[in-house]
């Protein structure tokens, strides 16, 4: 191909959006949990439903009665378990229910001409059905949305039983009525499940899709697409960015596309590809973040070799010559943003650091010795167990070279054996032993990870778990 052809095709496949940086895919299985949990958060919605009155009037041959349902409560609420399932046509979630039954009670009253009667009543609504189908989607700021695209509701008897006043009377008249109770009980369901739709889509809309996740940091997980939906899971693709908060410069790179392994057996997986690692490091890097000075307080005391001009002799022979006995100070920072590249099994991070070094005259004034650059090569595993997440991490290359001296040019092999030993023997086995330790995985408010698994992949980590929903949440936000 011609490099203008190619310029072309690199063009176009920039057009055609972004990739997405991090992927979530939640399974069926996923579905299932929540709906058991869900089923047990309606029936407690229901039974603590109020319902509006109901009036209406019956013809009982010598004239007509005007009626009023009123306080009417849920005595019993037998909810059978629904079918959900994701519907691949509407690129939503369809829910189904039959044969619900509820008892209710509550208060009559009847109007009679001047004649004022009332009682009380028990109320049995039989053989109910539901079917809702909602569809997601994404709203033009990313944010996941949701839409009623039907609902019906069907009952398919009532029975009531009326107590005390003259409810005798009118008792038999029940075949009458009832039907315009059922249309009016019919008539309510839907409006209900639209007003709770419409509810957990004002709570989508006020989601953030930009979090501070530190005081350099912020993430920013818009929707790149609208879910994708099949019958066996609900995938969405995430910006998945870091920026600095400070900055908010893009880096010289884009994300590259990735497909995760289906994971049916998992409620859940998380991509998180090197695209969105490195765009944190790339975030600190780009707010200045990634610099340091070091002094000899900071060296362990175990360590053979000072940060002083005597000390350094072994490494520079002129250096102490010409500053006798002078501490020194390094100022140590990232030259390039460090980037992470992921192998099946295997993390790799790449370093360029630049050092200058300065010896510190007994007047406080820092003097500059040489600048160093350095090429380091990291690898690393990551698991998890026990719940944390853990890893490992070994130094497969360590390169110093010189880019200037004010004391006159030396060899770095020395000092470059020195500083590799020094990160060997003190750098990395702490580290190790941290990772060894394990951080914790993150927790959600609402629930808890359980069984996960992380891999890595070519370009990109996979994290499968099952989910464990509090029961002191089941009540609230079960999503
Ligand atoms: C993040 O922090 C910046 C600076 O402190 C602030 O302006 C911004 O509103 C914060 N964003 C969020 C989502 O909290
Ligand atoms: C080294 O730096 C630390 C932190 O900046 C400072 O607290 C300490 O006093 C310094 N030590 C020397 C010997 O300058
Ligand atoms: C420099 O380090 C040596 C040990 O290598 C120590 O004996 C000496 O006192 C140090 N000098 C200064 C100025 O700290
Ligand atoms: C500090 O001392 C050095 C050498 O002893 C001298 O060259 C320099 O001018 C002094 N700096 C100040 C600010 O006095
Ligand atoms: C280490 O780095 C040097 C210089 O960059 C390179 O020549 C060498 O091949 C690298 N070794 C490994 C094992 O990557």
Not at 2 to 31: D, Q, Y
Not at 63 to 88: A, M, N, R, W
Not at 239 to 245: A, N, Q, T
Not at 361 to 382: A, D, H, R, W, Y
Request: charged content about 15%; hydrophobic content about 40%; glycine content about 8%.
């Amino acid at each position: 191909m011609r490099p203008s052809v190619i310029a072309v095709f690199t063009l176009l496949s920039c057009v055609c959006g972004e990739n997405p940086g991090v992927k979530v895919v939640l399974t069926n299985k996923w579905l299932q949990y929540v709906k058991h949990v869900g089923a047990g958060w309606v029936q407690d919605k229901l039974e603590k439903i109020t319902f509006p009155d109901i009036s209406g009037d019956v013809n009982i041959h010598i004239g007509t009665v005007y009626y009023t349902l009123s306080g009417t409560t849920v005595t019993k609420c037998d909810l059978p378990e629904p079918v959900v399932e994701f519907s691949q046509d509407n690129t939503g979630v369809k829910t189904s229910i039959e044969g619900l039954s509820v008892a209710l009670a509550g208060d009559w009253r009847t109007n009679f001409g001047l004649i004022h009667d009332g009682g009380t009543f028990e109320m049995a609504i039989f053989s109910m059905s539901l079917t809702s189908v909602v569809q997601l989607g994404k709203d033009s700021d990313g944010h996941l949305s949701v839409s009623s695209l039907s609902c019906d509701a069907q009952v398919g008897d009532v029975d009531i039983q009326f107590h005390g006043g003259a409810s005798w009377i009118f008792q038999p008249f029940v075949d009458h009525f009832k039907g315009h109770i059922v249309d009016m009980i019919q008539s309510q369901i839907c409006p209900k499940v639209q007003e709770f739709i419409v509810s957990v889509e004002s709570d989508l809309q006020a989601m953030s899709v930009s979090v501070n996740v530190s005081e350099v940091l912020s993430f920013e997980i818009p929707l790149t697409d609208p879910p994708v939906i099949e019958a066996s899971n609900l995938k969405m693709g995430l910006k998945g960015e870091f920026y600095s908060i400070k900055t908010h410069m893009e880096p010289p790179f884009v994300a590259q596309p990735f497909t995760m392994p289906e994971q049916p057996d998992h409620m859940l997986s998380v991509g998180m590809s090197e695209f969105t690692m490195n765009s944190a490091s790339y975030g600190y890097f780009s707010a200045g973040q990634l610099q340091a000075l070091i002094n000899d307080s900071m060296i362990p005391p175990a360590s053979p070799v000072r940060l002083n001009t005597s000390s350094m002799g072994v490494f520079i022979p002129q250096l102490p010559k010409q500053f006798p006995n002078l501490l020194m100070v390094l100022q140590v920072y990232a030259s390039d943003s460090p980037m992470v590249s992921l192998q099946p099994g295997l993390g790799e991070l790449g370093l360029q650091v630049g050092v200058i070094a300065y010896a510190i005259e007994p007047n406080t004034t820092q003097v500059p010795l040489f600048k160093l650059s350095s090429i380091s090569k990291f690898s690393g595993k990551m698991w998890i167990a026990d719940q944390k997440l853990k890893g490992s991490v070994t130094m497969d290359n360590f390169t110093l070279t010189l880019v200037s001296s004010e004391v006159g040019t030396f060899k770095t092999d020395a000092l470059e054996n020195g500083v590799k030993m020094g990160i060997k023997m003190m750098v990395l086995p702490k580290l190790n032993t941290l990772l060894g330790n394990g951080i914790p995985l993150p927790q959600m408010k609402q629930g808890h990870l359980v069984n996960s698994v992380l891999n890595i992949e070519k370009g990109f980590l996979d994290i499968y778990s099952d989910v464990e929903i509090e029961p002191a949440e089941r009540n609230n936000n079960f999503l």
